[in-house]
Each structure stands twice: as C-alpha cells, then as structure tokens.
C-alpha cells in the first residue's frame, strides 16, 4: 500500500506518465487524464479519503522523481492534471451518490405521506431515516408566502434549529409541494411547537398546521392529510392564527361532512338575508365578527368600526329577516353554525 490506504497499481499509469513527461517534455495523454478521472470515480465509491489519495500520488511522485535535467516544471504540470482529473473523478462520483441519496430519501418520503409502499417495507426503510413507524407520529405543515424547496435557506435555518436543540430524536425535515414538514413522535409535542416557532420565524410569518398523532406505519400519511385538511380550512374560514391544532378544529370537519345538509340549513337560515339591501354579505360578515367577539356588541362594533348602535340595528335587521334572533341562546346556536356552514361552502358567492 502506498500512502496507508491506496494500493500501489492504483499508480503505477500515473509514475509511468510522468517519467515518459520528463524523458520527452511530452504533455498528458486524454487517456491518460480519462484513466485518472475513472480511478478517481472508483476510490469515492469505495469509501477512501481524497486527501489521503492526494497525498499517495504526490509519495508517488517524490519517490520516483525523475532524474532529467530541466524537466521539473513539465512533471509538476503533469502531475497537476493528473491530480485534479483524479479529484475530478473523486469529486463526480460523490456528487453522484449524493443525487442517489437524495432521490432515495424524496421517493421515501413520498411514499411515507402518501401511503405508495408496501407498509411493512416502509416501516423497515423508515428506520434508515430514525424513524419508528410502530409509534404513534405527528406531523406539522408549514405553508408561507413563498416557495421552499429543501436546501434553500428557510429550510436549512429551521432544521438547524431544530438539530441544534433536540438533535436527531426521530425528527424528519423535509419539504413538499413548496411547504416545510416536520415529522416527529406523537408524544414529543414540544418538537412541533418549536417548529412552527422556527418556521414563522424563518418564513417572516407563515402559518403552521399540526395534525393530530397517528399510529401505525399509515399513521405519517393521516396525520399529514390531516395538517394540509386545516390549512385548506383556515383558508375557506380566514383564520389567521400562525399556528392551528387539528385538535382544536374537530367540529368543522364533523359540520362539513354532509354537504348536503349543511346546504340546506344554511339556504333556510340565511337565505333570507339575500332580499336585505346590499345583498347577504354585510349581514353575514356582521354576524361572522359577532360570534368571533364571544357575542360581545361592544368589541364586535370595533372590530366593524361601527357604533353599538348601528351594531344593534343590523342585528335587529337579521332577526326581522331570519326570524333567528342572535341574543337567543338556542337560536344563537342555530345561526352560528349556518354562518360556520356559510363559510365552508363559500356562501353566497357560491351559490348553493
């Protein structure tokens, strides 16, 4: 072996090349170089340093230094190319396995959210990546006003926070259709919530779903179905909130799940106030902004820089044309869920 870690043949073609050079001030043949590039494409492969493959061709040199008068600086140039096509070859092939590797861990992930995979094949490649599917995951889906793709520098600042404080306990971070993910343990709870801190952070305010833990090798996929179900929601309901709990939205889903009902509660509700001057959206928006305020005539006039007592009128105005009153507790009840109805189904600009 020469220099510890290279056999000796590796170099036999370059000390042969580099005595023809002193004896004939011959340049570096392209077969030469291209052998050069080949060995170099196979010493990455097989796992040896290039430093220490470097340091074996320039021994190699200094052991057999030719004995030609003036013809030093021809070898040096000689070994020159023959080096850097050596790293060039060294330096091909890992970015080669580094695409592999990339390519292996986005099929992965793919699968792992879309459920493509055999779910025991899953769970064993999931291991390579520290996670273990048999507990129970949760993922977190950050979506802001830009595009992030893995590498970029929103992705490296919140996975370097991450790393920093919990280091690799089973967390994958990754991108997907332009949003950031995390993957943690159903029962590490404080790893999402520094995510979707890092991920506002980093993005300059995005907002952060949480899905709720899920078990199994199927359970990534729901709980990230799950994160992107609240996302679409806080975008039909305009919930600005940075950071939404699957948890804590469990009854829009249960509201939305028979259209056809919730059609017809929010037609026979609501639809009265279409005959209203101005059509149906200043009542509802009145009504939306008067349940958010807790049913509060002083901070939902505010928040609608109304006086309480144009407040008043237009909720007066509501009773008369629904026959619904909102200052009754089991009619309030009624037209709160029609106006949650109203805007699952983008009502009335959606006409039903």
């Given at each position: 072996m020469i220099g510890a870690e290279l056999p000796a043949d590796w170099l036999d073609g370059c000390t042969r090349m580099l005595a023809e050079v002193a004896a004939t001030g011959r340049r570096p043949r392209r077969e030469e170089l291209d052998a050069r590039r080949a060995l170099g494409e196979l010493a990455a492969a097989s796992g040896l340093g290039l430093?220490?493959?470097?340091?074996?061709?320039?021994?190699?040199?200094?052991?057999?230094?030719?004995?030609?008068?003036?013809?030093?600086?021809?070898?040096?140039?000689?070994?020159?190319?023959?080096?850097?096509?050596?790293?060039?070859?060294?330096?091909?092939?890992?970015?080669?396995?580094?695409?592999?590797?990339?390519?292996?861990?986005?099929?992965?992930?793919?699968?792992?959210?879309?459920?493509?995979?055999?779910?025991?094949?899953?769970?064993?490649?999931?291991?390579?990546?520290?996670?273990?599917?048999?507990?129970?995951?949760?993922?977190?889906?950050?979506?802001?006003?830009?595009?992030?793709?893995?590498?970029?520098?929103?992705?490296?600042?919140?996975?370097?926070?991450?790393?920093?404080?919990?280091?690799?306990?089973?967390?994958?971070?990754?991108?997907?259709?332009?949003?950031?993910?995390?993957?943690?343990?159903?029962?590490?709870?404080?790893?999402?919530?520094?995510?979707?801190?890092?991920?506002?952070?980093?993005?300059?305010?995005?907002?952060?779903?949480?899905?709720?833990?899920?078990?199994?090798?199927?359970?990534?996929?729901?709980?990230?179905?799950?994160?992107?179900?609240?996302?679409?929601?806080?975008?039909?309901?305009?919930?600005?909130?940075?950071?939404l709990r699957a948890a804590d939205l469990l009854v829009y889903p249960v509201l939305g799940r028979d259209r056809q009902a919730m059609a017809d509660l929010v037609r026979n509700v609501l639809g009265p106030l279409a005959s209203a001057r101005g059509g149906a959206r200043p009542h509802l928006d009145t009504l939306t902004v008067y349940f958010d305020s807790g049913c509060v005539s002083a901070e939902a006039a505010r928040r609608l820089s109304l006086s309480v007592r144009a407040l008043t009128y237009r909720l007066e105005r509501i009773h008369r044309l629904t026959g619904a009153s909102p200052a009754d507790p089991a009619q309030r009840y009624m037209l709160q869920t029609a106006v949650i109805g109203a805007r699952l189904l983008d009502w009335p600009a959606t006409e039903l």
């Open positions: 430093r220490a493959m470097v340091s074996s061709h320039l021994a190699a040199a200094r052991t057999d230094w030719p004995g030609v008068p003036g013809s030093a600086d021809r070898v040096l140039a000689a070994l020159q190319q023959a080096v850097d096509a050596f790293a060039e070859g060294y330096e091909r092939a890992q970015r080669l396995a580094v695409r592999r590797e990339e390519a292996v861990r986005r099929e992965f992930i793919d699968d792992l959210l879309h459920g493509r995979s055999d779910l025991g094949r899953l769970a064993a490649r999931a291991e390579r990546f520290g996670l273990r599917l048999a507990q129970a995951h949760a993922v977190a889906v950050a979506q802001g006003p830009e595009f992030y793709d893995e590498g970029d520098s929103v992705a490296r600042q919140v996975e370097q926070a991450l790393l920093g404080r919990f280091g690799g306990r089973s967390v994958l971070l990754t991108t997907k259709e332009g949003r950031l993910l995390c993957v943690a343990p159903g029962d590490q709870e404080e790893i999402l919530s520094h995510f979707a801190k890092q991920a506002y952070a980093a993005t300059d305010g995005c907002q952060v779903a949480l899905g709720r833990p899920q078990s199994g090798a199927g359970g990534v996929m729901h709980s990230y179905e799950e994160a992107l179900s609240v996302l679409e929601l806080a975008q039909r309901l305009d919930l600005d909130d940075p950071v």
